[in-house]
């Protein structure tokens, strides 16, 4: 779909991915809601920036493991613009703990994890579903994980829960078609504070120098790219639905023999 005059949500778009997604949209005419659970001066920083492309913004707190608030975003979107074509579910939650540490994460700390990562993308499609299917079309695109497809990532809770979202693309995709599309973008190692902090500094910079020698592309993702292909799930796949994306500089295919190089 054309992207300009369209109306996207994404969720956790105070900073991060989030971000670079309702940028990205902005610039190419698009109109966006900038959604928040806590950080609300990054999120109007990053609406002025939007707006500064021409774009009509709203600026909506909600918590996407609450479902009243996920109707309540949805609501609020289509009072301000009738329509919702796009939906980037990119909230997203997780707590470091090697994967080796099995005590480490308790029930409570998975539940936490699902709810954000899993039940909230649930919540968030069920409430703007009717919406797009009055309009005729609607794309969904969910921030997923290489975590979810080769059970690696900050803990076995967080790559359990984009597992399951990845799974729950498939489910949905298939019956809530024809007039929505749903995929996933799975991002391996994000460049950014993110990781360093909940990395510390020391393993993340040792992290991100041996991936950029060792990835196909030597090089790894930033919320930039992730973003690119968000968008291009929106924008440029009117006949693709139910499919994954790995953005991860090519890291889940291993390490690249030295004969390569």
């Known amino acids: 779909m054309d992207i300009k005059g369209t109306v996207t949500i994404v969720t956790g778009s105070s ?25 609300e ?13 021409g774009a009509e913004v709203l600026v909506c707190r909600a918590d996407v493991s609450d479902d009243a608030d996920c109707k309540r975003l949805a609501r609020e979107t289509m009072d301000k613009w009738g329509r919702i074509d796009g939906l980037v579910n990119n909230a997203g939650t997780t707590k470091f703990v090697d994967h080796t540490d099995l005590d480490g ?10 709810r954000v990562n899993l039940v909230g993308p649930y919540q968030m499609i069920r409430a703007v579903a009717p919406h797009m299917k009055a309009g005729g079309r609607g794309g969904v695109v969910n921030v ?17 829960s984009k597992g399951a979202l990845n ?29 360093r902090q909940g990395l510390g500094a020391e393993r993340y910079d040792n992290t991100l120098a041996n991936l950029k020698k060792n990835n196909a592309l030597a090089n790894v993702a930033t919320p930039e790219t992730v973003a690119q292909a968000i968008v291009g799930f929106l924008e440029n796949a009117d006949l693709v639905t139910g499919e994954f994306m790995m953005v991860d500089g090519g890291g889940h295919l291993g390490a690249v023999p030295l004969r390569a190089r």
């Open 105 to 114: 994460l308790s029930a409570d700390d998975f539940l936490g994890i699902y």
């Open 41 to 53: 001066g990054p999120a109007r920083k990053v609406a002025e920036e939007c707006e500064a492309m």
């Open 167 to 195: 799974t729950m693309t498939l489910s949905l995709a298939r019956s809530l078609g024809p007039e929505i599309r749903i995929n996933t973008v799975c991002p391996g190692f994000v460049a950014g504070d993110w990781l």
């Open 144 to 160: 997923s994980s290489i975590a979810g497809v080769m059970g690696t990532g900050s803990s076995i809770a967080y790559a359990a």
């Open 15 to 39: 900073s991060g991915i989030g971000a670079a997604t309702v940028r990205r949209l902005a610039s190419k005419g698009g109109n966006v809601v900038v959604n928040y659970s806590r950080s």
